[in-house]
């Protein structure tokens, strides 16, 4: 398998400054604000209704406004602030309040109750109560618990970035000293943005507002027209279908088993322009092995749920009961072998090279060090956060299982397996995963360690799939840090910034999922993609649940998990990694067929390839070189008018609502 030229443009694009800055400024502070009480919302209107997401975009759309009001008020932004915004971003961003909407749909839904999970739900994850659902209410007594220990978790996981995180990174970067390759991405795009906020650029500004005004002309048909109109009208109004169109009883009978939808998300075609070539082309070869497929497995007696009329999520649904449950428990642990001998083999070469150079000998005073002028804390400062983190997760979670949830079914879950969790587990997997990282620019994981130690445990319940496990990859946390080194930040930046953003998020997240839940039921046609998606999404999560449950015998669990299945999957993802490297043919390839065999659903992809084609053929054909450039700014002024439009559409929904929606604080 070789690194081809699109890999290779992803590498090495930035070396590590000499100095370093403080990223906090009252002008990153306003930014945060704006996207945790403006974007994140939006964020969340857009994926309820359409499916789509503007985290990568909203972070973008942030950081080029404050570039050209910094440029305007002749200001010269340093590439730390840039690096903190970009993070605060992502936080506010991440924690939008999607959850707690989910919690009180999957305690609702007709899938997880015929199931039987329902009565086991912990009234600490969720009230089940269908009076206390009934009132679309956050403010009650029996919220308090959820959203208690919600609120401490996220606590735990902001503070948990300068522990276990913080120790692999010295571990890696600073003693082993490895290159990262994929730090420099992220790194490159902001320094470019820092050094062009004194420059009379004018590109950048043409390019967003065309990815602009596109987003805007299409949010105002895909997502302004619907929303309003329902608000006024009590039905939306649609002119492009929403999320896909269902082609499945046109087609079932040349392609039996096989769910048919098409999307006309531009979106998604805007992401296809975007994402390396190589990849979606291999989320192609996942379409026509499934339509190949699954008729074979149908008329073989595989996909035996299916039959003539059921609609495409119900098709999906059969599917993955009957066969791709298991079938994708085997590609998952192909995956992560493939992983590892990826990572092997560079191993290997990065020893050779270290032998070369006569640099075999590891430093390992230098965990000790503190560039004091990088803002380094303490390594021993990091070994206490982990341990009293880890010490708290397993505390509260053995409480809450165990104690917390009712009279017991069955054995106690041992405290021996947290800690085995939170002391042996968590520190080998990061370590493995944050030196994959650094030498190949890819994370590794090892599948089904959770799922399987449940369910070996002894524990019958439901509470511990819900509880707060110290089961935790630190890898994405060690790759922060190396971008922040890259970009000049100081460490002491990143402490300032979680203490802003902190109670920033858990004031919106709260406020703005208790708005959205008071204007109806969610999902419900107001919100069209969670109303298609969520139940799907809520049967896979159950099913794997029920395996625990006290009669989990005749669990559907065990009726959906096969070992033979899980086989194929397994051996048949190794055999075509096997004949694809023979080819020598491009990682992102190689990957991307490895994943596509997995169900792959053509309303997705099909836009996405025609966006890559375009992309591909014209549009680097058309601009050159610029092309790189170019599709980033693009794609996050298409996001920007998206996130432009569902703000005012959600600003009209909530005036509309508000009329007879008041918040019952």
Not at 214 to 221: D, P, S
Not at 310 to 325: G, H, I, K, T
Not at 625 to 649: C, N
Request: net charge neutral; with cysteine; charged share 15%.
């Amino acid at each position: 398998m070789r690194e081809d030229k699109e890999f290779q443009e992803y590498r090495n694009l930035i070396k590590p400054p000499d100095t370093f800055d403080e990223g906090i400024s009252w002008g990153t502070v306003l930014m945060g604000l704006f996207v945790g009480l403006v974007m994140a919302p939006a964020n969340v209107y857009m994926n309820l209704v359409a499916g789509l997401h503007m985290g990568g975009a909203a972070k973008w759309v942030t950081v080029l406004l404050y570039v050209e009001i910094a440029r305007r008020a002749l200001m010269k932004l340093k590439r730390a602030q840039i690096f903190v915004l970009f993070y605060m971003c992502g936080a506010a961003m991440a924690a939008s309040g999607q959850d707690w909407l989910w919690r009180q749909f999957f305690a609702q839904s007709e899938e997880i109750r015929k199931m039987g999970l329902t009565e086991f739900l912990p009234s600490w994850f969720v009230p089940t109560d269908p009076a206390v659902l009934g009132q679309r209410n956050f403010f009650m007594i029996e919220w308090l618990w959820p959203l208690g220990i919600g609120a401490l978790m996220m606590l735990l996981t902001r503070i948990d970035h300068f522990g276990l995180g913080y120790v692999m990174y010295k571990l890696t970067a600073d003693v082993e000293e490895l290159p990262f390759p994929m730090a420099p991405v992220g790194a490159a795009g902001m320094t470019a943005l820092a050094d062009s906020s004194n420059e009379r650029e004018t590109w950048r500004t043409k390019v967003f507002a065309m990815g602009g005004a596109l987003g805007i002309f299409f949010g105002l048909i895909y997502i302004g027209l619907p929303s309003i109109s329902a608000a006024i009208l009590g039905k939306p109004l649609r002119i492009i279908p929403i999320p896909f169109v269902d082609l499945t009883s046109y087609t079932e009978g040349v392609l039996p088993a096989m769910p048919i939808m098409l999307s006309f998300d531009l979106g998604l075609v805007v992401t296809g322009m975007v994402m390396p070539f190589m990849a979606i082309m291999g989320s192609l070869f996942g379409v026509v092995f499934t339509m190949v497929i699954n008729p074979v497995l149908h008329h073989t007696g595989v996909l035996m749920s299916w039959e003539p009329g059921l609609n495409a999520m119900e098709v999906v649904r059969a599917n993955v009961f009957d066969f791709y449950f298991s079938f994708n428990l085997g590609l998952m642990f192909a995956v992560a072998v493939i992983g590892f001998l990826h990572m092997y083999s560079k191993l290997k070469a990065r020893k050779k090279e270290a032998d070369d150079l006569g640099a075999t000998k590891v430093r390992w005073s230098k965990l000790l060090e503190r560039k004091r002028e990088r803002g380094d804390i303490p390594i021993w400062v990091g070994m206490v956060i982990y341990l009293g983190s880890t010490l708290t997760y397993i505390g509260l979670a053995y409480y809450l299982v165990n104690y917390g949830s009712g009279p017991l079914a069955g054995d106690v879950f041992p405290l021996w397996l947290l800690m085995f969790y939170g002391f042996i587990w968590t520190p080998f997997i990061s370590y493995m995963s944050a030196r994959m990282e650094g030498l190949v620019g890819m994370q590794f994981q090892i599948p089904f360690i959770r799922e399987a130690s449940f369910m070996l445990s002894g524990y019958k319940g439901a509470a511990i799939w819900y509880a707060p496990i110290p089961l935790h990859n630190y890898a994405g946390q060690v790759l922060d840090f190396r971008t922040m080194e890259l970009t000049g930040t100081r460490f002491s930046s990143l402490i300032k910034a979680e203490a802003i953003t902190y109670p920033l998020m858990i004031v919106s997240t709260l406020f703005f999922a208790q708005f959205i839940w008071s204007m109806g039921p969610v999902p419900s046609e107001m919100f069209p993609y969670a109303n298609e998606f969520w139940e799907l999404n809520a049967y896979q999560q159950g099913l794997i649940a029920t395996s625990t449950l006290p009669d989990a015998a005749t669990s559907p669990f065990r009726e959906a998990f096969r070992l033979d299945y899980l086989g194929a999957g397994f051996g048949g993802a190794l055999l075509l990694y096997a004949l694809l490297v023979n080819f020598n043919l491009p990682v992102f390839l190689v990957y991307g067929m490895i994943r596509g065999l997995d169900q792959s659903l053509p309303h997705a992809i099909i836009p996405t390839i025609i966006g890559a084609m375009i992309g591909r053929y014209g549009c680097r054909k058309w601009f050159g070189d610029k092309w790189p450039q170019y599709r980033i700014v693009f794609a996050a002024g298409f996001g920007a008018g998206l996130g432009l439009v569902s703000m005012m559409s959600l600003g009209v929904v909530f005036m509309l609502k508000s009329v007879n929606v008041v918040l019952p604080l």
